[in-house]
């Protein structure tokens, strides 16, 4: 298996030796396939938001809200958008490094996202100390009250 700079795990291929029983568990929650639908369309967004911070398009931005109104299952698109963008915007400033974020279509997940995805999926459980232990870990003790605040804004959007 190979790792990019952000720290990924490629997803193996079908011709590739079975990894030990560690290394598959290690890259099972690594790809996008192992997510529900929501946790899927937040993905994206996260991404396209993460492009828009890290390039300054505007052209992110549309993307983004073009992607959640195309998405099934979706009741109020932009609102969506609101919460994954505050979720980011905090994250980002309670971290003393950028959030790595891969490209909208890509299989593989960074290890920040699968961070996030573990934090909506804790969120979406309803277990508020196990998500709060989570999130502290996360981004730390200062902005860890509106980080939670907003995965769980988002969880039940």
Same mark, same amino acid.
């Given at each position: 298996?190979?790792?990019? !700079?952000?720290?990924?795990?490629?997803?193996?291929? +079908?011709?590739?030796?079975?990894?030990? %029983? $560690?290394?598959? *568990?290690? =890259? &099972?929650?690594?790809?996008?396939?192992?997510?529900?639908?929501?946790?899927?369309?937040?993905?994206?967004?996260?991404?396209?938001?993460?492009?828009?911070?890290?390039?300054?398009?505007?052209?992110?931005? !549309?993307?983004?809200?073009?992607?959640?109104?195309? +998405?099934?299952?979706?009741?109020?698109? %932009? $609102?969506?958008? *609101?919460? =994954? &963008?505050?979720?980011?915007?905090?994250?980002?400033?309670?971290?003393?490094?950028?959030?790595?974020?891969?490209?909208?279509?890509?299989?593989?997940?960074?290890?920040?996202?699968?961070?996030?995805?573990?934090?909506?999926?804790?969120?979406?459980?309803?277990?508020?100390?196990?998500?709060?232990?989570?999130?502290?870990?996360?981004?730390?003790?200062?902005?860890?009250?509106?980080?939670?605040?907003?995965?769980?804004?988002?969880?039940?959007?």
């Amino acid at each position: 298996m190979m790792q990019d !700079e952000c720290d990924s795990v490629a997803v193996p291929d +079908a011709g590739q030796s079975q990894l030990c %029983p $560690l290394q598959a *568990a290690l =890259a &099972a929650p690594r790809s996008v396939e192992s997510y529900d639908d929501f946790c899927r369309v937040a993905l994206s967004l996260f991404r396209f938001i993460g492009a828009a911070y890290a390039t300054g398009a505007s052209d992110c931005w !549309e993307a983004a809200y073009r992607f959640a109104d195309e +998405a099934p299952g979706i009741a109020d698109s %932009p $609102l969506l958008v *609101a919460r =994954a &963008a505050a979720l980011v915007r905090i994250l980002r400033g309670g971290r003393p490094c950028e959030l790595c974020f891969m490209p909208p279509s890509c299989r593989r997940l960074s290890r920040d996202e699968a961070e996030l995805m573990r934090l909506l999926a804790v969120a979406r459980r309803k277990q508020p100390g196990e998500l709060e232990s989570i999130v502290c870990r996360f981004v730390g003790s200062d902005k860890e009250d509106a980080a939670t605040r907003a995965v769980n804004a988002l969880a039940f959007c």
